[in-house]
């Protein structure tokens, strides 16, 4: 998955947009929904 996103990166035509990232409220965001679902596996 991470050598995926890494080649979509580098790509002109991108399948997955990851600027939404650059935003620090939004990455914290995500962080901490994932560390939570982590938790009630």
Do not use: P
Request: aromatic letters at 8%; a neutral charge; one cysteine or more.
């Amino acid at each position: 998955m991470i050598v995926s996103l890494v080649v979509n990166n580098k790509s002109d035509n991108k399948l997955v947009d990851l600027s939404a990232f650059s935003c620090v409220q939004y990455s914290l965001t995500i962080s901490m929904g994932v560390l939570i679902s982590l938790i009630f596996i």
